[in-house]
């Protein structure tokens, strides 16, 4: 079956640290790709995606590019903020598999000033 | 755009007793609405898929009779916890997935934080 596997957290960094957050998958096919963020007491937004090999999602500094090679998807940005502060949750959705989301256990980022 | 609505978002009730929680597509329309529980510290568990007109998918090991769900309309699912007890105290995330969208992005709306006492 189809596996989000995400490294524990929780990850803290000082405010202008760069981050990565890893991200690897198991899944037949081609599926699409996704990181969500959670702020507290909130539900998930979509921070980004990408829906075939090589394509680099991006949004607000945070990117992530697609490697089928290393089934991988890990979530980088040069210069974290306090604001950035949240959980970082990991998807994919299969092949043709009408929107069913997989997730991974979800990252905690603590940004320090 | 592609914002979708939870109500309540918190809901505190006596055990034994049913809740219903409501989530609604606001500006888009939804054929397939989806509902997740999250318990502390711990990812999403898909409970069912609910498309609209007709009955909802359910995930294996979660009890129909026991939470059920209707999806009326192309912009509102409602999720109702029957019966109540503590053990169902938990987050209760919906998501919604635009109608002709041809990827796979879904849209969460903020949650619903269900105590039982």
């Known amino acids: 079956g189809n596996s989000v596997t995400q490294m524990e957290g929780p990850v803290t960094l000082s405010e202008e640290a760069f981050l990565t957050i890893n991200c690897t998958y198991t899944?037949?096919?081609?599926?699409?790709l996704f990181w969500y963020v959670q702020y507290p007491g909130e539900g998930l937004q979509l921070l980004l995606k990408?829906?075939?090999?090589?394509d680099k999602g991006s949004n607000k500094g945070f990117e992530a590019t697609y490697r089928k090679e290393t089934t991988s998807f890990h979530l980088e940005k040069g210069s974290v903020q306090v604001s950035d502060s949240a959980v970082y949750f990991c998807?994919?959705?299969?092949?043709?598999?009408?929107?069913?989301?997989?997730f991974g256990t979800g990252t905690q980022l603590k940004v320090e000033l | 755009g592609a914002v979708v609505s939870q109500h309540p978002s918190r809901v505190i009730c006596k055990s034994g007793t049913s809740v219903k929680i409501e989530c609604r597509s606001l500006?888009?329309?939804?054929?397939?609405m989806f509902w997740y529980r999250q318990f502390p510290k711990q990812s999403l568990m898909l409970m069912a898929t609910?498309?609209?007109?007709?009955?909802?998918?359910?995930e294996q090991g979660v009890e129909k009779d026991k939470f059920l769900i209707n999806h009326a309309s192309l912009t509102l699912s409602t999720l109702t916890v029957t019966s109540a007890h503590p053990e169902d105290s938990s987050f209760y995330i919906c998501?919604?997935?635009?109608?002709?969208?041809?990827?796979?992005?879904?849209?969460f709306g903020p949650g619903t934080r269900l105590t039982v006492l």
């Open positions: 998501s919604a997935a635009l109608t002709g969208e041809l990827t796979d992005t879904q849209y």
């Open positions: 899944a037949t096919g081609y599926p699409s």
């Open positions: 990408a829906t075939k090999a090589d």
């Open positions: 998807a994919l959705s299969p092949t043709g598999g009408g929107n069913k989301l997989t």
């Open positions: 500006d888009f329309q939804a054929t397939t």
């Open positions: 609910s498309n609209e007109g007709s009955k909802a998918t359910y």
